[in-house]
């Protein structure tokens, strides 16, 4: 039989035991997130079907780096193990249902699994109103190298819920709740989306009977996407949606029109005339050719001199460096070769016409956007004249640059 004083012992240290278990419970006010199970997409080419043991193996790991990322930035992750339904918007039925559960934010991950690649995303809602709070995606080759990526995505994803959930309460972003599908003529294309912010394109399948559906995302109203498709010795299409509350019929995507730039504009050396470039853009918006045409006199203004006329063809390649498309300034670098021919006005003159070839290693240029497909440009040019004709072997102008400035209008 226990001792008086050793049970009344045993009965205080349960007690406090159980008033710290219940302190710690009242103390624990850190916000909520319910976890749900990851949503699985497989290889449209095989009917949909999912490599179960890759998709385990890559759902623990996003799951779990998502559960500790959550857990050492202060929040408290509650675990539902039912997938959502899929009968209302995702960010809808995921907020409602974490909302019941007492959470202030639902995490749902979403996995696509294809032969050697996987892509990823998180998306995390504001369970007061279905905002999207924070998320990352990705895709890359499956294997050993993409869990660390997992890991860095799930990271990203809870930085931006802090940096969130910091600045609540803020302003509803409205979700998109459907799916974009893509049409294309170019049968087993790449397609890849740019998302906002992302730095670089996110593969998202291949087109297979004119159509590719992609992966849910939950994309802000209002967002504009570009989606281009790629296949081997074809050019590269593209084409831009912007988001709306309905869904677009779809994304289609065709060979279009020739883009191009006309530039008109004058420089040091060439006040007393004109220039007028056509760039062509075969491909990206990166890079292009282009082909100039510049007509203008030399004239002294002195009693028995006589002008002389230029004219100046340049043809050669050229690439945007800095800032993407959209952009309101950009700059860029150019080079090719030109044929100057110089005609002597001068009635005594013995030789009428003198052509000399140059090359252009060196044009910088900038551009900045007025208003529509309106720009102002300038660039500066350094020309090697090869000796040929009139021009002496050497730097053009003693190698200072040339100077040159005038408006751009683009044709698209």
């Not at 998302?195 to 109203?221: D, H, K, N, W």
Request: aromatic share 10%; glycine share 12%.
């Amino acid at each position: 039989m226990m001792r008086p004083d050793r049970a009344l012992a045993y009965a205080l240290i349960l007690a406090i035991a159980l008033l710290g278990a219940v302190a710690a419970e009242a103390e624990d006010t850190s916000p909520k997130v319910t976890l749900f199970p990851t949503l699985l997409r497989g290889d449209p080419s095989r009917g949909g079907a999912v490599d179960e043991e890759s998709a385990a193996v890559y759902s623990a790991a996003l799951r779990s780096s998502l559960k500790l990322r959550l857990g050492e930035a202060g929040y408290s992750v509650v675990e539902d193990g039912e997938s959502l339904e899929g009968g209302f918007p995702e960010a809808a039925e995921a907020s409602s249902r974490a909302a019941k559960a007492g959470s202030s934010f639902a995490a749902v991950c979403e996995l696509s699994l294809t032969p050697g690649r996987i892509a990823y995303r998180i998306a995390i809602y504001d369970a007061t109103d279905a905002s999207l709070g924070a998320g990352d995606g990705f895709s890359a080759f499956s294997g050993l190298a993409a869990l660390s990526l997992l890991d860095g995505a799930a990271a990203r994803s809870v930085e931006k819920l802090a940096a969130y959930d910091a600045r609540r309460p803020g302003i509803a972003r409205r979700l998109v709740g459907y799916r974009l599908v893509v049409l294309c003529p170019i049968e087993g294309a790449e397609v890849s989306v740019e998302l906002p912010g992302s730095s670089a394109p996110i593969r998202m399948g291949r087109i297979s009977g004119g159509r590719l559906e992609l992966p849910y995302y939950p994309f802000v109203q209002g967002t504009t996407l570009t989606v281009a498709a790629a296949a081997l010795g074809r050019r590269t299409l593209r084409a831009s949606v912007a988001l709306g509350a309905e869904s677009p019929p779809s994304i289609e995507l065709s060979e279009g029109k020739p883009r191009y730039d006309l530039l008109l504009g004058t420089g040091t050396g060439r006040l007393m005339g004109l220039g007028g470039e056509l760039r062509f853009f075969p491909g990206s918006e990166w890079l292009f050719g282009f082909a100039e045409a510049r007509l203008y006199a030399g004239y002294d203004f002195q009693q028995g001199s006589s002008p002389l006329v230029h004219t100046d063809i340049w043809e050669g390649l050229g690439s945007y460096l800095f800032f993407p498309p959209p952009a309101r300034f950009r700059m860029g670098y150019s080079m090719g070769y030109g044929i100057l021919v110089c005609t002597v006005t001068a009635e005594d003159a013995s030789d009428r016409q003198y052509c000399d070839f140059a090359l252009l290693p060196v044009e910088l240029f900038g551009e900045y956007r007025l208003k529509g497909n309106m720009c102002a440009w300038t660039s500066l040019r350094f020309a090697y004249a090869l000796g040929t004709a009139l021009l002496p072997k050497g730097w053009i102008g003693g190698g200072a640059p040339a100077l040159s400035i005038g408006a751009l209008w683009r044709k698209r």
